[in-house]
């Protein structure tokens, strides 16, 4: 299955780059997690245990904590719907009173009859955990400056879904363990069943059943989903990470795993930057320019494309994200231009506004240039000009630069709506719950323009901070969905931190902003509970021109009355997990 080789590629690779050395200030292989410094369970409540090593199936939508004993009612039966072609998510619970050596999980074939979905189509992961802080103090957002992690309240939560598969479990310790199955497009509709085991050297195996019930309808591959999935790549954080040098062979080859998770998650889109520092170097790893620009002598412009040919082709034809590239900014947060002046052999900086004569001129031949290299590399049409939460006037005056210079350009808006530019954009990405008029999304949609969703730092809720409830990430679909938005945009896939497998805060936002992946190709809690929502609203879009063709309006309704109760205003700080059950619930019924 294709879709089952692209899932082990990624692991694969993540696991031959471990092979190389690397200083333990950037671990790819096992490293030790940070210590918690909030009350646990002593050891004389663990030892109260009537047995010193148990197991149960938990659930998806709780963070346990590593030094407590979890609150769980213990059940050794796992069960779920599931399409073909879908993933599924489970969480099982390991703890123990005393050292346990050598831990590994394995699973079984699930059997239906003689249909079989083979274990290689499972995946099994040691959760580990992270420090995280929290919102404002008076509980608002996640934005602002928090140079000082001491001013604010942090904790270690789990998140890391691990690639390391054998392990030792300390004594009066809690071990999540992720179990995630993706269920052949070609699987015959009935109940799989198989075990989950769990072994080591000084222990007795324990078992947790597994049962899948597959039902009779297919989800297309990922790039084949219509969601308009857009998270923002950093291939600088890889570079820093991994310790190889920019653009080189052993760059690419550590970017490819971590870019297949988001190509299997269904991406359309390829970030770029054609600018140094667009976004004035918030993240750790600021972003360069991947286009050169040079100043000649005689005053002619000429522009170096091999680093952004080099990003382009790796993504398209390595990873398998093709639909769009999206190209930053023409309206940077700090109105300063890079190029290389030859005439004093210095790399210059012109600053400039929009509308200015000297903004045109430095964007407008350009623009030209750029347009030209896009056709002949047959790129044009996948290609936008973007900006994001940058003010109104000063995108009309962008827009107007690249009008003039190619009015063919598709141009990307993320930020607020402005109905004096909502015509000019092909995409339009709103933040969430900002208005964004819904005859405008109709009217968008028919002219075959996007309009999609964004959250960032300044949601409190939903969003994918490290400690925010997973469900909330899957919530995000539903309400991508209910709003009739064609997808979700999140500016960060991967801006790692500075030691990003132990310490997901920064100095700017709350724990977690700044990426949803680990390195070493590490998923995350939050990365596969936001592709589940993805694949929640392919089913609902499945399932709505299958009711609406064959006439079913009691079907029909009874589906959008549970989507429509996913507003920007329904959502409270502990209900998300509800009401993705319940409107799942409901779903897997059809």
């Known amino acids: 299955?294709?879709?089952?080789?692209?899932?082990?590629?990624?692991?694969?690779?993540?696991?031959?780059?471990?092979t190389a050395q690397q200083p333990e200030k950037y671990p790819l292989g096992d490293y030790n997690e940070l210590t918690d410094t909030k009350p646990y369970d002593s050891n004389a409540v663990w030892d109260k245990l009537s047995s010193p090593t148990q197991l149960s199936w938990g659930s998806t939508d709780v963070r346990y904590p590593k030094l407590s004993i979890p609150k769980i009612t213990k059940t050794t039966r796992w069960q779920t719907n599931a399409w073909k072609g879908e993933r599924v998510n489970a969480q099982a619970v390991l703890w123990t009173k005393t050292d346990l050596s050598d831990v590994s999980v394995t699973i079984s074939d699930l059997k239906n009859g003689?249909?079989?979905?083979?274990?290689?189509?499972?995946r099994t992961h040691f959760v580990k955990y992270v420090m995280t802080d929290e919102l404002s103090k008076d509980g608002t957002t996640g934005c602002g400056h928090r140079p000082d992690p001491a001013e604010w309240d942090s904790s270690i939560v789990a998140d890391v879904l691990d690639i390391i598969d054998i392990r030792n479990v300390q004594a009066y310790t809690s071990q999540p363990i992720w179990m995630n199955i993706w269920i052949p497009s070609t699987a015959k509709q009935g109940k799989y069943t198989g075990t989950l085991t769990v072994s080591g050297t000084n222990f007795t195996a324990m078992k947790l059943q597994v049962e899948v019930n597959v039902l009779n309808h297919t989800l297309p591959e990922p790039k084949d989903?219509?969601?308009?999935?857009?998270?923002?790549?950093?291939p600088y954080s890889v570079a820093r990470y991994y310790q190889v040098p920019l653009w080189s062979k052993e760059h690419f080859d550590a970017m490819r795993p971590v870019m297949k998770i988001l190509a299997n998650a269904g991406q359309k889109a390829i970030t770029t930057t054609i600018m140094h520092k667009p976004w004035a170097g918030q993240t750790y790893d600021h972003f360069d320019s991947m286009v050169g620009r040079t100043k000649?002598?005689?005053?002619?412009?000429?522009?170096?494309?091999?680093?952004?040919?080099?990003w382009i082709e790796f993504m398209m034809n390595d990873v398998g994200i093709d639909r769009y590239i999206y190209c930053y900014t023409m309206i940077p947060w700090a109105l300063n231009f890079d190029y290389y002046d030859q005439a004093t052999n210095r790399v210059m900086f012109l600053e400039a506004k929009p509308g200015s004569a000297e903004y045109e001129a430095y964007w407008g031949g350009f623009l030209k240039d750029f347009a030209k290299h896009l056709r002949q590399?047959?790129?044009?049409?996948?290609?936008?000009?973007?900006?994001d939460e940058r003010g109104e006037d000063a995108m009309q005056e962008a827009i107007k630069v690249i009008r003039k210079a190619d009015p063919d350009f598709k141009i990307s808006v993320a930020?607020?709506?402005?109905?004096?530019?909502?015509?000019?954009?092909?995409?339009?990405?709103?933040?969430?719950?900002?208005?964004?008029?819904?005859?405008?999304?109709?009217?968008?949609?028919?002219?075959?323009?996007?309009?999609?969703?964004?959250?960032c730092c300044a949601e409190?809720?939903?969003?994918?901070?490290t400690f925010s409830p997973p469900a909330e990430a899957?919530?995000?679909?539903?309400?991508?969905?209910?709003?009739?938005?064609?997808?979700?945009?999140?500016?960060?896939?991967?801006?790692?931190?500075?030691?990003?497998?132990?310490?997901?805060?920064?100095?700017?936002?709350?724990?977690?902003?700044?990426?949803?992946?680990?390195?070493?190709?590490?998923?995350?809690?939050?990365?596969?509970?936001?592709i589940e929502g993805i694949q929640d609203y392919e089913k609902i879009r499945i399932l709505r021109q299958e009711f609406t063709e064959k006439g079913a309006k009691g079907k029909l309704k009874q589906l959008n009355d549970a989507v429509s109760k996913f507003s920007a205003e329904s959502i409270t700080p502990d209900n998300a997990a509800q009401m993705v059950t319940t409107a799942r619930n409901i779903l897997n019924k059809f």
């Open 225 to 234: 989903w219509v969601f308009h999935l857009d998270l923002w790549q950093n």
């Open 1 to 18: 299955m294709k879709h089952t080789i692209l899932f082990f590629c990624a692991l694969f690779i993540g696991a031959h780059v471990l």
């Open 114 to 122: 003689s249909a079989v979905i083979p274990a290689s189509d499972i």
């Open 460 to 465: 409190p809720r939903p969003n994918t901070f």
């Open 296 to 310: 000649k002598i005689d005053g002619s412009w000429s522009y170096d494309y091999t680093v952004f040919d080099k």
């Open 377 to 387: 590399k047959g790129w044009f049409e996948k290609t936008m000009i973007a900006m």
């Open 415 to 455: 930020g607020y709506y402005h109905e004096s530019i909502q015509s000019e954009l092909f995409d339009l990405t709103i933040a969430f719950g900002h208005n964004f008029p819904p005859e405008v999304r109709e009217a968008r949609r028919k002219a075959g323009q996007i309009s999609n969703v964004y959250t």
């Open 474 to 530: 899957t919530w995000l679909g539903w309400h991508a969905m209910a709003g009739d938005y064609d997808g979700y945009l999140r500016w960060a896939y991967n801006s790692w931190t500075e030691d990003p497998l132990r310490d997901t805060r920064f100095r700017t936002w709350a724990g977690g902003d700044c990426y949803l992946v680990y390195p070493g190709a590490r998923s995350s809690i939050r990365m596969e509970r936001l």
